[in-house]
């Protein structure tokens, strides 16, 4: 069975662009949230959709956006790109509603902004 | 303050030795209680997993929980190198669970 896929794996932008990151989910699973870790801190939640809705929403401003499409895959957004977005990324996918306690968790998008 | 607070290390032992890995935190709401092991370059895969209070083991590892103290604990017994990796607790009160920064763990063979 295949795990939770993130693509690109590396992505380096410059201050000010665009970044999309993708997630696909594991087969059945409904549940996707986005985490974001940067270096020294815990993970820190960003989104949470399931069924195509967002369901919760962590302390980050309007510019980090997503949503899931249709097949349960999903696409985090992040706007005017600033030095401190560089982090690693993860996405995590679960059963339908399911909380953060059953998650499994995909290897990462890791983002520079230079 | 922060709400869970985890030494980052690095903390360094020699195979075989018993390796204990501790978070406090600061909201005595906070019923879910996890442990997560992170290679480099992988995501964080569940270790275990505590509802509520007391203890649980998984073979070579055993997690504890102090309500009280608001402190949680991984211990693991005959450690080896293959555990070297970071290990994160995650707390909260339901699915929005609340990290600590992640300690590293060295296992000298």
């Known amino acids: 069975e295949a795990g939770v896929t993130q693509s690109p794996t590396h992505l380096i932008k410059t201050r000010g662009q665009q970044a999309t990151l993708r997630c696909s989910p594991i087969?059945?699973?409904?549940?996707v949230y986005w985490y974001q870790q940067a270096l020294g801190l815990g993970l820190q939640f960003l989104l949470w959709?399931?069924?195509?809705?967002?369901?919760n929403r962590g302390n980050f401003p309007p510019r980090f956006s997503g949503r899931q499409f249709p097949n349960y895959s999903s696409e985090l957004n992040v706007n005017a790109l600033e030095l401190e977005d560089s982090a690693l990324y993860l996405c995590?996918?679960?059963?339908?509603?399911?909380?953060?306690?059953?998650?499994?968790f995909g290897a990462g998008s890791r983002l520079t902004v230079l | 303050q922060k709400e869970v607070e985890q030494d980052p290390g690095p903390l360094s032992v020699p195979e075989g030795a018993i390796v204990s890995l501790n978070c406090t935190y600061s909201n005595s709401a906070f019923q879910y209680f996890m442990w997560y092991r992170q290679y480099s370059r992988k995501g964080p895969e569940l270790l275990m997993y505590?509802?509520s209070s007391g203890n649980k083991e998984d073979g070579r590892f055993t997690a504890q929980v102090d309500k009280s103290s608001k402190y949680i604990s991984l211990f693991i017994r005959d450690s080896q190198p293959s555990d070297s990796a970071t290990y994160l607790c995650?707390?909260?009160?339901?699915?929005?669970?609340?990290w600590g920064a992640g300690t590293k763990l060295i296992i000298k063979p």
């Open positions: 505590t509802y």
């Open positions: 995650a707390i909260g009160p339901d699915y929005q669970l609340i």
């Open positions: 959709y399931d069924e195509g809705e967002e369901r």
């Open positions: 995590a996918s679960g059963p339908r509603l399911s909380g953060a306690n059953v998650l499994t």
């Open positions: 087969s059945g699973h409904t549940s």
